[in-house]
Every structure is written in C-alpha cells, then in structure tokens.
C-alpha cells in the first residue's frame, strides 16, 4: 500500500483509499459530501503562522519545508496522525487530500516525505 496525493479541488482519482484531508483550513467551495473524506486531519496542517508566512511562495519552500518538518516533530497530534495512517497502510492506499494550486510545492508534499521517512524507520 502506498500514500497518494491528489487535490482536493480535481475530480477524485481514486475512492477505494482512505482519503485525509490535511490542510487546516477547509477548502472552498467544497461541501463535506462532495469530498468524499474519511478523516479531516487539520491538526497536522502547518501552523496558521508557517502557512501565512509562506504564502505559496515556491523560493521560500525549502525554508517552508524545514520549519514545517520541525512542527510535526514537536505536535502532539503528530503520533496520533502517524497511528492512523499506518494503520489504514496496512489494508488500503491513503491518500492525503490538499487545497493548493501548486502541486509540487505544499505542505501535502513535504507530509508524504516525512510520513515515509518515519514509516521506513
């Protein structure tokens, strides 16, 4: 089983995975029938602070990536998120659902790195 990123904001690819969303903010214009969720993990999002200092801004992702990755290893929700998830990897593909336009440079992106890295350990 793997984890898949999709945008929230597309047609689903794949419903047969369990399907987190994992901004902290809830999309717009999306109603919680259509998304077809399982889980709205908004704890594991960045802090509203990181998320409005970086703005989108891909030159500042790597910056963005590092302070990020340093939030989730000081959340408390963290080992809870890292629970579930490896739980639903045993049966199913997860999918963690995000807002952004941009596809390379959000916090999804830098979730899955940190996620597989933990799981590798």
Do not use: C
Request: without cysteine.
């Amino acid at each position: 089983m793997e984890i898949k990123l999709e945008r929230i904001y597309t047609k689903p690819a794949d419903l047969s995975g369990y399907r987190v969303l994992v901004d902290r903010l809830w999309p717009r214009g999306i109603s919680k029938v259509n998304a077809q969720l399982d889980w709205w993990a908004k704890e594991i999002g960045p802090s509203t602070e990181l998320r409005k200092w970086f703005d989108h801004d891909p030159k500042k992702f790597e910056e963005f990536s590092k302070k990020y990755e340093t939030e989730l290893n000081t959340a408390e929700f963290s080992t809870e998120f890292m629970t579930q998830i490896k739980k639903q990897l045993q049966t199913q593909d997860v999918i963690f659902l995000y807002g952004a336009k941009d596809e390379k440079h959000n916090q999804a992106v830098i979730l899955k790195t940190y996620v597989e890295a933990k799981l590798a350990d």
